[in-house]
């Protein structure tokens, strides 16, 4: 299975996770370039680009077929992965997807997004301030649906103390292209696709999802009870079990 964290995350920070699944799968979560650990290249590091580098990874690791995972902007990239090789994936399973067409978030996203892009080089700080400094830690405390008071605080306080580790190039070139990505091709992906979502989602809402799910036809949708936007965080187990139903017979030996 290949796993990939969701905008801004990293392999360390879903390893909890994924450890919950690593005694029926063979887990990969890489730190998508950019992120973590890994380097920054010099190309734009849109999800066309993860797409493609997902395809030259699973090469390296001599993988003809994967099921894949993806989390919120994990999930915009196994959409694209799944766009450009189809032929490589068993099943996908998409976990809060950032789909947020024909919505007035969507619009202000895109716009902003538009905004950065074009603005000079010396003013694009501000918007890297204000999408991930000031909209996230204040979006962090209303939309967060931890067990307890204390996961959610503690979960922010570290947040903020990493969020000066992050690559602004990645977080820009990652949020422009997540919010203003194309969601139309989902008709010509013809394979398995099951979708999965917090039932308490704030950011992206459960008749979004609903929304999102017509684009395919035949598709499941699953929703967390108590879970928002970061399942893997909020809700493990649950997803977790959600996604070994669905993957119970592509158990490796």
């Not at 969507?106 to 902003?112: A, E, P, Q, R």
């Not at 696709?193 to 809402?205: M, P, Q, W």
Request: proline share 6%; net charge positive.
């Amino acid at each position: 299975m290949l796993f990939l964290p969701g905008y801004t995350g990293t392999y360390a920070e879903v390893e909890g996770f994924t450890k919950l699944l690593t005694g029926d799968f063979l887990v990969i979560t890489p730190d998508l370039p950019g992120w973590g650990k890994s380097d920054a290249p010099k190309e734009d590091l849109n999800l066309q680009y993860y797409g493609r580098y997902l395809g030259k990874l699973l090469d390296h690791l001599n993988i003809e077929k994967i099921n894949v995972v993806g989390h919120c902007m994990g999930a915009a990239v196994a959409f694209e992965f799944a766009y450009q090789f189809p032929n490589r994936i068993n099943n996908l399973i998409l976990v809060s997807t950032p789909y947020l067409n024909n919505t007035i978030r969507g619009k202000i996203f895109s716009l902003l997004a538009q905004a950065s892009s074009n603005v000079p080089p010396i003013i694009r700080p501000i918007f890297f301030f204000w999408r991930n400094r000031l909209f996230q830690s204040v979006m962090d405390i209303f939309s967060l649906k931890f067990k307890t008071k204390k996961q959610k605080l503690n979960f922010i306080l570290k947040t903020i103390k990493t969020q000066h580790l992050q690559n602004e190039k990645a977080v820009e070139d990652a949020w422009n292209s997540m919010v203003c990505y194309d969601y139309s091709k989902a008709k010509q992906i013809k394979k398995r696709v099951h979708l999965i979502h917090g039932d308490e989602d704030l950011l992206v809402s459960k008749n979004q999802a609903q929304r999102f799910r017509s684009l395919w036809g035949d598709t499941t949708l699953d929703f967390i009870p108590g879970s928002g936007h970061i399942p893997p965080l909020e809700s493990p187990q649950s997803l977790a079990e959600i996604i070994k139903k669905y993957l119970g017979n592509e158990k490796n030996p």
